[in-house]
């Protein structure tokens, strides 16, 4: 194991983050306040849900699994298109590093930037209102695990975007209506049955309703399946990258 | 394909009796490569962009060696600018710097002087020939041939893609390179004597000359020429030789 080149490439992508925290931390953590101060606080501030639990308390939960998976899919994909096109990726393909090393050091390092903003937007959420947490190790291993996976599928899309139309395309056109969708405002319960149904076949509602879980010991769906689910998709994307390093495709002519 | 930035369809390469394949990290750590576009990121220091480049390798930060690469390669006054303050000329340089840090056995460089202005080759020619007597192997692909009889050992052709030579060059030199002695003539006689025809020499009316090529490597026949040269009464105010350089002995090869 290059253990110091693993080091380096996660500190490169770090110092990445770290050269423009207002572009990449700040504005995420703010806009999703936003979300929290209008409609948590001033929309929802005299609905109170069943089991004692606000509709801020409600909702945070959701907005963290929101700014966790929009942030660590957007790190790891610009993190690998821009070598790709700036021309750089040759020095981390001709240095001693496996696919392996390159994969950790790319996903984690998103990963890690993304639970960065996450408990930024709990530890601000606090100011507004209390928000237990009913199991904090599985809230932080779900939340950990999702923001792995979802930095795996965007370094898959780094992988393939040829341009920054395409880089785009799964955040701003299926991400992010998938996450509001997903449940982050409301329960799933709330909705008539049909919607219920259509709702399963968003997989965003897992991912939200398992940290909610964690939070609350209640939610829509059960923490297995979420927990299921979220294995599911990070075996897909394992898979997939397994054939893009085999095969070069986007990375190697 | 020797560095891993393409995929190998068939056969091997070894680097330092290291399968670039099988073996690719130990090869890889042998290897330094200059790429001919500058790709570097714009947004980093001098200082940190060669500090990734030796991470990347493996191995530990060494600031007596970033010093001494990068004094070498006239940028220590530059370190802590960021690379998109650079020339271009400095930018290929630090792309060199990258290259060494890993402290390579077989350093690539891919067209390095390539749309860069005299000077800077010419301090980029005495970089490479430091390195060249510091005992590292160099594989320059280049266009400018006067470049690679400068400073290269051995030569390689590449002519539609297919490798056509690989020789020592003064050996190429010696064997292809012929040279050409020229004799300035007073006045060009009408007709070639026939005992000049022999040597097959051709005369330029125009600018009063005689040409005769031979290969300095072969027999000698020089002294037989001027006998004739000579006995056929021509008088010559002036000569000189001119010796084939590597570009000239390139189109021949690739004519062929």
Not at chain 2, 27 to 36: E, K, N, Y
Not at chain 2, 48 to 73: C, H
Not at chain 2, 88 to 96: N, S
Not at chain 2, 162 to 180: N, Q
């Amino acid at each position: 194991m290059n253990w110091i080149g693993l080091k380096t490439l996660f500190m490169m992508e770090v110092g990445r983050t770290l050269a423009i925290p207002m572009q990449t931390i700040l504005s995420p953590v703010i806009s999703t306040m936003l979300y929290f101060v209008v409609f948590g606080s001033a929309i929802g501030g005299s609905v109170t849900l069943a089991g004692g639990v606000t509709y801020a308390q409600f909702i945070v939960p959701g907005l963290i699994m929101m700014a966790l998976i929009i942030n660590s899919l957007s790190a790891s994909s610009s993190g690998i298109f821009f070598p790709k096109f700036m021309g750089t990726i040759y020095e981390i393909l001709t240095a001693p590093l496996s696919y392996l090393e390159i994969t950790i050091g790319y996903v984690f390092s998103a990963a890690v930037r993304a639970m960065a903003i996450g408990g930024i937007i709990y530890i601000t959420a606090l100011f507004f209102t209390p928000v237990p947490v009913a199991h904090p190790f599985i809230a932080l291993g779900f939340s950990f695990l999702t923001a792995v996976t979802f930095a795996l599928f965007g370094f898959l899309i780094g992988i393939w975007a040829e341009n920054f139309e395409k880089l785009n395309i799964f955040p701003s056109l299926i991400l992010t209506p998938l996450s509001f969708l997903g449940g982050v405002f409301y329960s799933l319960q709330m909705l008539p049955p049909f919607w219920q149904t259509v709702s399963l076949a968003n997989p965003i509602v897992y991912m939200i309703s398992g940290l909610r879980w964690s939070f609350f010991g209640v939610s829509d769906i059960t923490p297995w399946t979420s927990f299921a689910l979220i294995c599911v998709f990070l075996s897909i994307c394992s898979a997939i990258l397994v054939w893009i390093f085999k095969t070069g495709y986007h990375l190697k002519p | 394909m020797i560095c891993g930035s393409v995929t190998i369809t068939t056969g091997t390469v070894t680097v330092g009796g290291y399968d670039v394949v099988k073996d690719y990290k130990k090869a890889r750590s042998l290897v330094g490569l200059v790429p001919q576009e500058i790709a570097l990121n714009p947004f980093i220091t001098v200082i940190r962009a060669v500090e990734i480049a030796r991470g990347l390798y493996g191995k530990p930060k060494d600031e007596v060696l970033t010093e001494k690469t990068l004094k070498m390669l006239s940028l220590w006054e530059k370190k802590d600018n960021r690379v998109q303050q650079l020339s271009g000329g400095m930018k290929r340089r630090v792309l060199i710097a990258k290259a060494l840090m890993n402290e390579p056995k077989v350093l690539f460089l891919d067209e390095p002087t390539a749309g860069v202005d005299v000077d800077l080759r010419r301090d980029l020619w005495d970089s490479v020939r430091v390195l060249k007597e510091n005992g590292t192997t160099i594989v320059l692909t280049t266009h400018y041939l006067e470049e690679a009889e400068s400073m290269a050992d051995r030569v390689g052709i590449i002519n539609k893609g297919e490798l056509t030579l690989v020789e020592e060059k003064s050996a190429l030199m010696k064997r292809l390179g012929g040279k050409k002695l020229i004799l300035h003539l007073v006045d060009t006689p009408k007709e070639i004597p026939q005992a000049l025809k022999d040597f097959q020499v051709t005369f330029d009316r125009e600018k009063n000359t005689l040409e005769y090529e031979y290969n300095p490597e072969g027999e000698s026949e020089i002294t037989a020429l001027f006998n004739e040269v000579k006995d056929a009464g021509i008088v010559f105010h002036d000569m000189e030789t001119q010796e084939q350089s590597l570009e000239d002995i390139f189109v021949e090869l690739v004519k062929k």
